[in-house]
């Protein structure tokens, strides 16, 4: 089965404070992608990152950064130094050959709170 | 700028008539196109795979017959909500994909359309 899981409903953190969210997912395929995307609350989605499966190589963009473990199947998400504009829902997602054509699945997404 | 523009932004229309949303590819042309619904604090769910010049593809669950998916050309769909309820107030995303690029680029979204059925 093609799954994806964001346990954490909502997080609350103040600024300044480093968070990390985290993103499971299950897939029997060997290729497959990640992403992480932001949701605001005006909701259009933000797309922030894409990794394929076999790119296990952690990333990082300003505060932004990305830590992939294929051994865990995990695909976590941390902001250094929140902000208040980070405050958002963020959604992991999952797209492969056994999620139909490549269609793109989604966590349930984690709502962040960052109080100033 | 967006690459997919989705209109309207917002729709309230009454119970019983039919609204039209558009998803418009802007910058390519997408052979395939989704269409996603996401209740309030609620992930996206996936409705149905507009494929352009053939019938959409629904997911289990969906009413074809509720939620009309027309792909008329590489880059424009349209999801016509007939017969609308209140129960289908929403918020409706529509994606594309730049075409050859298979699973590994990130969909385009549209900026959603927020339905209120009063």
């Known amino acids: 089965a093609q799954k994806v899981t964001q346990a954490q409903t909502e997080i609350s953190v103040v600024e300044k404070e480093d968070v990390t969210l985290d993103c499971v997912y299950e897939?029997?395929?060997?290729?497959?992608?990640l992403f992480w995307y932001k949701q605001p609350p005006s909701g259009e989605l933000v797309f922030l990152i894409r990794r394929n499966s076999f790119d296990e190589q952690n990333e990082i963009s300003g505060r932004y950064s990305w830590n992939f473990q294929k051994s865990t199947s995990s695909f976590n998400f941390t902001i250094t130094a929140s902000q208040v504009v980070d405050s958002a829902v963020y959604f992991c997602?999952?797209?492969?050959?056994?999620?139909?054509?490549?269609?793109?699945?989604f966590g349930a997404g984690t709502r962040l709170f960052v109080k100033a | 700028g967006a690459v997919v523009s989705q209109h309207p932004s917002r729709v309230i229309c009454k119970s019983g008539t039919s609204v039209k949303i558009e998803c418009r590819s802007l910058d390519f042309q997408a052979t395939t196109m989704f269409w996603y619904r996401q209740f309030p604090k609620q992930s996206l769910m996936l409705m149905a795979t507009s494929n352009e010049g053939s019938k959409a593809t629904y997911e289990q669950g969906v009413e074809k017959d509720k939620f009309l998916i027309n792909h008329a050309s590489l880059t424009l769909s349209t999801l016509t909500v007939t017969s609308a309820h209140p129960e289908d107030s929403s918020f409706y995303i529509c994606s594309a994909r730049s075409p050859g690029s298979g699973g590994g680029t990130e969909a385009f979204f549209g900026q959603g359309t927020r339905l209120t059925v009063v």
């Open positions: 897939t029997r395929d060997t290729t497959y992608y």
């Open positions: 997602a999952l797209s492969s050959l056994n999620t139909g054509g490549f269609k793109t699945i």
